[in-house]
Every structure is written in C-alpha cells, then in structure tokens.
C-alpha cells in the first residue's frame, strides 16, 4: 500500500493563497483517483475535490469551485491543492485520499 504525506500547511491572511501536497511513497499498485477533504474543529470531514488517474478530470465542492484547483503530477506521485483567494472559512485540517488511504493532515489556517 502507498503511503500518503501532506504538506504546505499554515498560517495565511483572508484572500491570500496557498499550495498543498500529498507525496506518495512505497507504491507497488497502480494508481487511482485521489482528493483532498478538510475537518475544522466541531464538524464532520467534508469533501473539497476530487481528480481522476490521469489527472485530466476534475470535480469540486461548490464552496471552493472557481477558488481551488486540484491536480497531480504522476511522474512525482504527487497531489497538490492550489488555494486561492482563501476565506476563514477555510480554515481546516486539509487530508489527501486514495480508494481507502489516508494521510495524516496538515493544518490550513486563514486568518481575518
């Protein structure tokens, strides 16, 4: 099984704009669709978005559709969650997914 590590957490102001990875290590299988969810304190683990194998299909929630962009790069066994125009609403632990992998999270706060 691959083991999933994000990064590029931290501190930002509202409006400002953010990067984050999901490196995956120890991979023997072939790759599947992978997104990313976000947990903030007192609510449940929400969807954000979603790309398929290739990378070439996207699908966002409606409340970061036109704000965030997902995408991967296969070469580096990489996810990334390109954040912008952030909201303190946003303010979250951001978790990278594969089929039933988890990361452990990295934590995204927005600040104003």
């Known amino acids: 099984q691959v083991r999933l590590v994000e990064s590029g957490g931290g501190l930002v102001q509202a409006g400002g704009s953010l990067r984050l990875s999901c490196a995956a290590s120890?991979?023997?299988?072939?790759?599947?669709?992978m997104g990313w969810f976000r947990q903030a304190p007192g609510k449940e683990r929400e969807f954000v978005a979603a790309i398929n194998t290739s990378g070439d299909s996207t699908y966002y929630a409606d409340s970061v559709k036109g704000r965030f962009t997902i995408s991967r790069d296969n070469a580096k066994d990489t996810l990334y969650l390109q954040m912008n125009s952030l909201k303190p609403e946003d303010t979250a632990v951001y978790y990278c997914?594969?089929?039933?992998?988890w990361g452990q999270g990295t934590q995204v706060t927005v600040s104003s």
């Open positions: 120890g991979r023997t299988d072939s790759r599947y669709a």
């Open positions: 997914n594969e089929g039933a992998l």
